[in-house]
């Protein structure tokens, strides 16, 4: 039989029972998200640098879709001012032209040389970023992902090499964006150039709201231990 004391004190036992478990269950789940965060399966992003190259080439397709191509003509690339980026844009702009079976040199000794009556193709990076805009979490305890966001703004202007008579002008922007695992960011910037590797804010909260919420539920289950024997 069981006495008035047991009884009175079985609710009680019954509820700590309950929150005992809701509390290793919160437990649980901070480390299951820790986990998931390692085991996940992760595409691998593209670097920097092949990010920014992928905008760079769709943006050279869209606007060179009516550039002259004439097989005959000796196309000279120019940088029209110093930029950081500019042999990334000259790389794929070369790589460009030539799928499209141009005859491309990268100075005026090459259009000397071969054909004297060349083409001059004056490229400008009016602007040329990477950055980090937003940074977002996936739940209250998942991972963190940060948007990865290119932006250029460039202009290309081709001249006849003797007369200077503009050919063709045109301006184009581009801008392509993605979501990168904030911790793959170190590995996916090139250090050697700045504009490949931009800082990204930190979300001031994060480092406080879990360590605290762990701490308060370790010491729930501490406070139950004690108040119960």
């Known amino acids: 039989m069981i006495s008035r004391r047991a009884e009175s004190e079985f609710p009680g036992r019954h509820k700590i029972f309950i929150v005992l478990l809701t509390l290793l269950s919160l437990l649980g789940t901070v480390s299951f998200s820790r986990a998931e965060d390692h085991t996940v399966s992760q595409e691998i992003p593209p670097n ?43 790389d794929e702009l ?8 141009l005859q491309v040199g990268l100075s005026m000794a090459d259009s000397n040389r071969y054909l004297p009556e060349s083409k001059l193709l004056f490229y400008r990076i009016i602007d040329l970023k990477l950055d980090y805009p937003k940074t977002q979490r ?12 290119a932006w250029m703004v460039l202009s290309f202007r081709e001249e006849d090499k003797t007369t200077g008579r503009v050919l063709w002008s045109r301006r184009g922007q ?42 308060t539920i370790v010491g729930g289950l501490v406070y139950l231990f004690f108040a119960n024997r």
Not at 54 to 76: H, V, Y
Not at 138 to 149: F, I, Q
Not at 189 to 208: A, G, H, I, K, V
């Open 48 to 90: 920097n640098e092949e990010f920014l190259r992928g905008a760079l080439r769709s943006l050279i397709e869209e606007t060179f879709s009516d550039f002259p191509k004439s097989t005959s003509d000796f196309i000279i690339l120019k940088a029209e001012e110093d930029r950081p980026g500019n042999w990334l844009l000259e």
């Open 94 to 101: 070369l790589t460009y032209l030539l799928s499209i079976n």
């Open 138 to 149: 996936k739940g209250v305890w998942g991972r963190r992902s940060v948007t990865r966001r």
């Open 174 to 215: 581009q801008e392509r964006t993605d979501m990168v695992q904030r911790s793959l960011i170190p590995s996916l910037s090139n250090q050697s150039y700045p504009f490949m590797s931009p800082s990204f804010s930190r979300d001031p909260l994060s480092r406080y709201v879990e360590p605290a919420l762990v701490t």
